[in-house]
């Protein structure tokens, strides 16, 4: 284009404004009264126009801007116009590059399914055999995709499952995977990768919103505090049975359930092992709103539809002086959570309680 | 009166005597009990009686406060008698000067009715055909009152609306008023007002009661976080819809909120705009009970009188003890929100949908 | 034994097996596996076992142990088992002495019945016909009961109350009892006796669960807070007139309800003294579930053993992590709290308030 021409020609300018026409996205109002103002400029020279009343607040908004540009020269006026469209012009090409249309398809992903539309990204756990239990692969594949949906043009991103379960939650046959350093490593190892993986859901900086489809188990119900909305069907249930199985919470629930559901509630929870029903979750502020199974799905992406289509600034922005306040200390939650769950994953109440639970699974 | 007399005569001490029966007001055990031992001083000189046994609570006293006068002689204590009288009769009629009986009514104020009887002062916002929308004025009354209430006698403070809304919240016409400075010193004032009124109640000392007689909508609704009982009626209802104007929280909500009624239950009302039924305001926590409308200020106002006649100091003290921990946090929430909702009130999102609603309101 | 000996005979290693097989208690399995390896090492040398397979947890734990022990000598690990075994022995010896049997009874208490077996020490309140009410006496035996609650065998602890009370919390005629020193030494030193009190709550590590069988009141309330659990039979109320006896709230129950129940449900309790259902209790949070009081006693233990038999080190290390983060906040919230009351204790409004409960009271 014209970046490096010292001088845009008339000639220039109106293919200019013909791209402009063309544009295929918004650019947002900032970017229309800069072009309208230097449009003005390069046409009619400095602001001449009577300043508007102070309820025309359109009227009053461009005059501003136009009143802004001062003296400026009419071929500087013109040169900056040429060079914004220009900017435009690339910057929404390059952006399609990334984003070839509305049914844009996860590639390259081994455990989830990833899609994006209408405004919303969705990131779906995808082993339904497996009742989509979290093996290491899938931790890795979430953050990624977590990662990528915290910088794509989405509104707001939303975690479910494929098939009839949730998510199982963490998958037991990772402990049985022992790398040559032996278990204190393979502790170590997944301290340090769960804390990562719960690290990508206190720092996500978009609405985020679970669709519990199915029983949620550990990890997955655990991380649930940490969502900004989380809607269930009534087959849905919570179970987190970290007693049982020799363990100690995680996902910042130490943290977060005692805050959501009173201490003695959570502790019912994360201690005992008891297993709510969505309504229950639902009670205990878990759970934003329970539907009928029958009609869950209908009615979820309707509402989720609908919110993606609100000011997409606003409700990150929101999200944000909730979130932010919290962050630094949900992190150092996460740590404790970690660094406490690495000494349970060594401990013989841990390690007989994995054997029994494996060992009763393989005579099934 | 006797105040710069060195010596009260018999007859001073005689007028005294029967000023203190002609108090309309109790002056509060701790002086009767100082009134009685200077009475005996003054009478019977150094305390003379047997002290009394330990379950006799009232008769020891008085024991400890006359004996606590030790060798105070006998015209000393006539006179600090009188002297105390006389402090009594003036400060009891100078506060009567402000409160001239039981229907002491608002005087000076255009946006609110203020009365205040039976320990109760009731701060009433009355815009009902504006459906008690908070212009700059009433915003400024309201603060005033506050203030006021704050040092009054009453032992608690309600907020009510008057009419079918309890209030629609900050009156848009607010935005369209545009200074001198333009846009930039409106959000700047705007910031600065919005932050000293959200103050006054984190600051205000005395149990603040909500009446919540019907509709409520954005600041009115995100302030209930700051009050230490929510009354309903089942027409109320609780809006918040902050994202669809391309705004932000206020009012401490981004920290009240999720912590009253749990993130994901805050964020579908902060940050996805669900207008609440007063059944589900109080099912979170946020309405302390509702009632039926046609029984609503019958019951409520028979409670609020039966709470206005316990021990003003203990319910006081206990109001401080629960808020003073949370205080200096809330009023650093309180800076962020409105330093947050400044620049919002700039942005592109805002404006649009301040314009819109506006619009669409004019063709109405 | 054979402690101090510097080389085991063979005839000591025979010992050492046949003790172990006596042992009346599991030693735990990283005990276990170190007596495994030794044993292997002490008859037949170091690891000749190929390593097990990946899925083989326990026997690549034994074979981890024994290859760990090297080339240590035969008459070394013959030592080290023998020198083990004894100190086992002598440990398990000395704590049957501490722990007789399943039925130990609670000796030397007065004001309370304290047993332990099925892995629950249950502490129960046995002023019956004073309603359980609080005296200074059961002030310590509580403190007293709660500590060796901390350092026994049993996974958790309960404490509920005998008849047809939880507790009336603290007994009123404790403010009757006057030392020499008059009421501020007597408010001074309840206060004291209020914070250590409260504190041993605060420190508990284990899962302490209340089992209310009947109305509570008071500090019997307010420490309800910092349980980890709460079952009420559908008796129980739950009653806090703090105000009513111009008091203010303790249990660090100002800190605890306002994050249990949100701020406008705790002052209703706190500051109004609105007395709870158990039902009400429990939608709040305070309550973790509610039975029928015809089935209450067998439903709750039934549960409570269950309870007791998960693994003892999970239930304790997520209990703290839960409890550790709030500890230094809890500690400092119950000192505020038991100064502010000092002070009330002597204000007029309180004193009236206990001398018209304690004449009313004689009255009937």
Redesign the interface.
């Known amino acids: 284009m014209n970046r490096t021409a010292m001088r845009a020609s008339q000639k220039d300018f109106e293919n200019a404004m013909n791209q402009v026409k063309l544009l295929k996205k918004d650019p ?3 970017v229309k009264l800069k072009l309208y103002s230097l449009y003005k400029q390069a046409t009619e020279g400095p602001c001449n126009m009577p300043k508007p009343g ?2 025309d ?2 009227n ?2 461009k005059w ?1 801007a136009w009143n802004a540009l001062g003296s400026l020269p009419k071929e500087t006026a013109r040169q900056n116009y040429v060079d914004l469209v220009s900017s435009l012009s690339s910057s929404l090409e390059s952006s399609s590059q990334v984003e070839p249309g509305t049914d844009r398809k996860s590639t390259g992903y081994e455990t989830l399914m990833v899609t994006s539309e209408d405004g919303i990204t969705k990131i779906m756990l995808n082993r339904p055999t497996k009742k989509n239990a979290l093996n290491v692969e899938m931790y890795h594949e979430i953050m990624h995709a977590l990662k990528a949906a915290s910088k794509d043009d989405s509104a707001i991103t939303v975690l479910t499952g494929n098939g009839d379960y949730y998510s199982s939650g963490n998958d037991l046959t990772n ?4 790398p040559p350093g ?2 204190e490593e393979k502790a170590k190892n997944g301290a340090i990768l769960l804390r990562e993986f719960v690290g990508c859901f206190i720092d996500f900086p978009k ?1 985020l919103i679970a669709v519990v489809n199915g029983p949620a188990v550990g990890i997955s119900v655990t991380l ?2 940490l ?4 809607y269930a069907s009534d087959r849905a249930t919570f179970h987190t049975p ?8 995680e996902g910042c629930s ?3 359930f ?11 929870m ?4 008891k297993k709510l029903t969505a309504g229950e979750a639902c009670a ?6 329970v539907f009928p199974d029958s009609t869950f799905q209908k009615e979820v992406w309707t509402r989720l539809k609908a ?1 993606a289509k ?2 997409p ?3 990150r ?3 944000e ?2 979130r932010n ?1 919290e962050k630094e200390k949900l992190h150092a ?1 996460n740590a ?2 970690c660094s ?1 769950l690495q000494g ?1 994953w060594l ?9 029994n639970f ?1 060992s009763r699974k393989s005579k099934l």
Not at 347 to 355: H, P, T, Y
Request: proline fraction near 6%; aromatic fraction near 8%.
């Open positions: 947002g109002n900032e102070v309820f607040l359109i009053k908004a501003d402990f049985t995977d022992i032996g278990v609405p649930l505090g969502f900004d909305a989380v970290f007693s049982h199985l020799g363990q100690s919470p130490s943290y977060t005692p805050k959501i559901m009173s201490p003695a509630k959570a502790t019912e994360l201690v005992f092992g205990q502020g878990l759970v934003t709103e919110f609100l000011p600034n606003a409700m922005i929101s999200k002086i909730i306040r939650v404790e959570e406490v349970r401990s013989d109440e841990c390690m007989n309680a994995v054997v494996l």
